[in-house]
T-cell receptor, first 112, second 114 residues
Framework: SAVISQKPSRDICQRGTSLTIQCQVDSQVTMMFWYRQQPGQSLTLIATANQGSEATYESGFVIDKFPISRPNLTFSTLTVSNMSPEDSSIYLC?????????FGQGTRLTVV | GENVEQHPSTLSVQEGDSAVIKCTYSDSASNYFPWYKQELGKRPQLIIDIRSNVGEKKDQRIAVTLNKTAKHFSLHITETQPEDSAVYFCAARRNTGTASKLTFGTGTRLQVTL
């Protein structure tokens, strides 16, 4: 199993600003994943973060808007840049150990 | 890419009754199918999963069935209890070692009434 600490748990931000979300895992993992869950919706993968290489972004998500860092095998950050109210969502990081995927507790972002 | 459809979007059952949630997937190479339960304000938690070499798996009141030919899989909850009330997501992926890129269904909000 994996224990994931994600912070902040929630934030209210002004439009036009940026927020960086941190994800810390209690074990070394090759890949870390960032998801977005809009209110009442499913989880949509934003990007996959590998240590030592650039993140791989899914269709509809770009690095300028969601820059990701992966400095080591236990930590990653996701930045939501130049925020607008449409960015209000829950953002979750996830790691896999074997087959199972584990999730952080999520960051509830509200952009006003 | 993979596309996972899930039905129904909402489901209301009486306590003690059974609940069934169905998913279909598009990528014939997918071979791992987990189900997640997400309670309000909490993170998704794995409740059961099935691999493509198995047609059915059961864990107490929860079971999952898989039909690879038809590309659909289902979650069955028997003897439902109020604490089963939550949103349930199915997912699918190609199992590539420790990679866990999952494609999720749209979710089913299950309400168990007394």
């Amino acid at each position: 199993s994996a224990v994931i600490s994600q912070k902040p748990s929630r934030d209210i931000c002004q439009r036009g600003t940026s927020l960086t979300i941190q994800c810390q895992v209690d074990s070394q993992v090759t890949m870390m994943f960032w998801y977005r869950q809009q209110p009442g919706q499913s989880l949509t993968l934003i990007a996959t973060a590998n240590q030592g290489s650039e993140a791989t972004y899914e269709s509809g998500f770009v690095i300028d808007k969601f820059p990701i860092s992966r400095p080591n095998l236990t930590f990653s950050t996701l930045t939501v840049s130049n925020m607008s109210p449409e960015d209000s969502s829950i953002y979750l990081c996830s790691v896999g150990t074997g087959a199972e995927a584990f999730f952080g507790q999520g960051t509830r972002l509200t952009v006003v | 890419g993979e596309n996972v459809e899930q039905h129904p979007s909402t489901l209301s059952v009486q306590e003690g009754d059974s609940a069934v949630i169905k998913c279909t997937y598009s990528d014939s190479a997918s071979n791992y199918f987990p189900w997640y339960k997400q309670e309000l304000g909490k993170r998704p938690q794995l409740i059961i999963d099935i691999r493509s070499n198995v047609g059915e798996k059961k864990d107490q009141r929860i079971a999952v069935t898989l039909n690879k030919t038809a590309k659909h899989f289902s979650l069955h909850i028997t003897e439902t209890q109020p604490e089963d009330s939550a949103v349930y997501f199915c997912a699918a992926r190609r199992n590539t070692g420790t990679a866990s890129k999952l494609t999720f269904g749209t979710g089913t909000r299950l309400q168990v009434t007394l």
